[in-house]
């Protein structure tokens, strides 16, 4: 596996987690919660834009 691909998993994984983290609050931070799952899409975009294009050897 790619090491960029790899980093970008592991923040992706990272996001989800603080995500999950967040809604256990008894009351959640909306705006960290819109902020967090803005940056989760964002690196999903560019983990399937980097997936997407044919690998070089």
């Given amino acids: 596996m790619n090491p ?3 980093r970008l998993t592991v923040v992706h994984h990272k996001l989800d987690g603080e995500i999950r983290r ?3 609050k008894r009351v ?9 799952k803005k940056l ?14 044919p690998q070089m050897a």
Avoid: N, T
């Fill in 28 to 36: 959640p931070d909306s705006f960290r919660l819109l902020r967090l």
């Fill in 40 to 53: 989760k899409l964002a690196v999903k975009d560019r983990l399937h834009g980097h997936l997407l294009k």
């Fill in 22 to 24: 967040e809604l256990k």
């Fill in 4 to 6: 960029f691909i790899y």
